[in-house]
């Protein structure tokens, strides 16, 4: 035993033997707002890797023949289960599923630098470093990633020691290697720098206000960078000089709002590469360049979200999500798109089959719920799912979440006319979703139906707001759909992306509420992965013969007598001021107008 003891001391001295510094693409340290917590909610192990591979990394490739000596992670919560070996660092090789070595360690709260039993050597296979812990429930999930930086292969996770994802939408995740103090110098003039928005709607070969994340991976502060942008198709790159507002200090990261340059290539998906060549005036050691995305047109088509809400009578919970979000609404003075969806957890008198259909997207019947929320039928990024439950008491969760829907690029144009006989839904989508699987929606819902005669549960909870039972109202109460298949019809389009459909105008009786509107949008319905739905876009108008149909009209000045840019309630620009309607006048109508409804 005592020569064990003696064997292991030695191998743990030697890994002591240098001094460490990190290297890593994420920050070294950042505020609550930044980061995206990880794990499963549920008694199991989490793991958490990083890739670091000489193919993509030049510095990585130049530190060939140096040693890693451990990992620094960051972790929510105490994870003391070393004596367990549950908690640990990893180290794998060429592919995460192959660890080669595990040490296990107590960890704490924050950051933590552990070493491994034997350090590794740094050679032409790739090297996944990180961090392994067993999550309970009712602690904070455990692993951490930065949001807005996504390096590619920089968020590996693994729940339950079931597989291996990498997740492109979360963020990186704040692990760095421990390499021997002697590598240093291969990094110190080196810095990362990527796009942090995205996708994100621009003009190609343009100029575009972007958030530019930068990373300085060595000990000297940067004060000002050149960074080389290339945006897909451009012939070469756009180099531009940017002083940075603060320094930023060794191992540390900022982010600068800044002026970028897009490529000339158009579509959804573009890619968009930073390469920094000069830091403090000096050049730059060669580092891993900055791709990510970009969505590139010259369609610009204006994004009208889509919220819908999963609800119903028999949801004691249900009326106070409604008030906070018919608060948010009223705040919020954009156009947007409202939808209830009575199903989800129980269905009631207003359910119909677009309500069933729709709970799809809870990703099983055991995951279903009210009162529930989804926006343009995305996950956000940092986000696990489509839906969201009620979350505090307050317009303001509603607010944010309203903000990211309608900055979410609009991948479709959405028009609604109808006459007395028929409905139909024209537009354009983008073109290189031109032959992609795409559905159309249309619905003809009611707005404004009183409590008297379909009661709600939960108006006379304690906690309910004073003025709940005044305000309540049964709003977005799905009457009809227009479209064949309940989920959607399947949307054909022309070369170009434009399309025109027709229905037959159903006019079933109502609800006995204060207003009809005809809503329709184009979607992705896929749901075999909750990730690729989307809404591309939406619209709506309201049907002129029901009573009371301008009920929200919130400033009843004619819209030419503003100043601001004049919009329809698809939120389309259809005069750029108010100067222009003297040569064309407005027809009579509902406008948006400074972020109101007004009347002409």
């Known amino acids: 035993m005592k020569r064990l003891l003696l064997s292991l001391a030695c191998t743990l001295a030697s890994a002591y033997m240098w001094a460490q510094v990190p290297y890593g693409y994420a920050p070294n340290d950042v505020s609550a707002n930044e980061i995206s917590a990880l794990g499963g909610n549920k008694n199991e192990f989490v793991q958490g890797v990083v890739l670091f591979d000489p193919a993509t990394d030049p510095v990585w490739a130049r530190m060939k023949g140096k040693q890693v000596l451990g990992v620094r992670c960051y972790v929510r919560a105490d994870y003391k289960q070393a004596r367990q070996k549950r908690s640990g660092i990893l180290a794998c090789t060429g592919n995460p599923a192959n660890i080669v070595q595990t040490t296990y360690a107590d960890l704490t709260e924050g950051w933590n630098d552990v070493l491994f039993a034997e350090p590794l050597t740094i050679g032409d296979e790739r090297l996944y470093l990180g961090v392994q812990t067993y999550e309970t429930i009712g602690t904070p999930y455990p692993l951490v990633a930065y949001a807005a930086a996504t390096v590619p292969q920089s968020c590996i996770i693994n729940l339950g020691k079931k597989a291996w994802e990498e997740f ?67 012939v070469q790159p756009t180099l531009r000089a940017i002083s940075l507002p603060t320094p930023v200090p060794a191992y540390g990261s900022t982010v600068v709002s800044t002026l970028l340059r897009s490529g000339t290539a158009e579509g959804t998906n573009v890619s968009w590469t930073a390469t920094v060549t000069q830091a403090n005036g000096v050049d730059t050691q060669t580092a891993r360049p900055g791709t990510t995305s970009l969505f590139v047109t010259k369609d610009n088509f204006i994004r009208t979200p889509l919220i819908e809400e999963f609800t119903s009578q028999r949801c004691v919970n249900c009326p106070q999500m409604a008030y906070f979000l018919e608060k948010a609404l009223e705040q919020y003075g954009k156009p947007y798109v409202y939808v209830a969806h009575h199903s989800g957890f129980a269905e009631d008198v207003f359910t119909t089959a677009p309500d069933r259909e ?243």
């Open 358 to 600: 729709a709970v799809y997207v809870f990703g099983g019947y055991a995951n279903e719920y009210n009162p529930a929320i989804m926006y343009n039928r995305t996950v956000f990024e940092g986000e696990n799912t489509i839906v969201f439950g009620i979350r505090d008491m307050s317009p303001t969760p509603y607010l944010d979440a309203l903000a990211l829907a309608a900055d979410m690029p609009a991948k479709a144009e959405v028009q609604l006319e109808h006459d007395d006989a028929t409905v139909t839904v024209s537009g354009r989508v983008a073109r290189d979703l031109v032959g992609t699987p795409l559905y159309l929606s249309c619905y003809l819902v009611e707005d404004g139906i009183g409590t008297n005669q379909y009661p709600q549960m939960g108006m006379d909870d304690d906690d309910a707001p004073a003025d709940l039972k005044e305000v309540f109202r049964h709003n977005g109460v799905i009457l009809h759909h227009f479209n064949t298949n309940a989920i959607g019809d399947p949307l054909v389009t022309n070369a170009d992306g434009s399309y025109s459909v027709s229905y037959p105008l159903a006019m079933p009786n109502g609800y006995g509420g204060t207003a009809q509107r005809l809503v329709a949008f184009v979607h992705q319905v896929n749901k075999d992965n909750l990730r690729a739905n989307e809404v591309l876009n939406a619209t709506q108008e309201y049907l002129t013969g029901a009573p009371n149909a301008i009920r929200d009209i919130q400033s009843a000045q004619p819209a030419q007598h503003h100043t601001d840019a004049i919009y329809d309630l698809s939120g389309r620009r259809i005069r750029q001021s108010a100067a222009s309607i003297r040569q064309a006048p407005l027809h009579k109508g509902i406008y948006i107008a400074g972020g109101r409804k007004v009347v002409r």
């Open 168 to 234: 492109t939408d979360r963020g990186t995740l704040l692990i760095a290697a421990l390499v021997q103090d002697d590598a240093a110098g291969m990094f110190e003039h080196a810095v990362y720098a990527q796009n942090t928005t995205h996708p994100q709607t621009v003009a190609p070969d343009a100029d575009f206000q972007g958030g530019l994340y930068i990373h300085n991976f060595g000990t000297t502060p940067l004060t000002d960078i050149v960074v080389a942008m290339q945006g897909e198709g451009a």
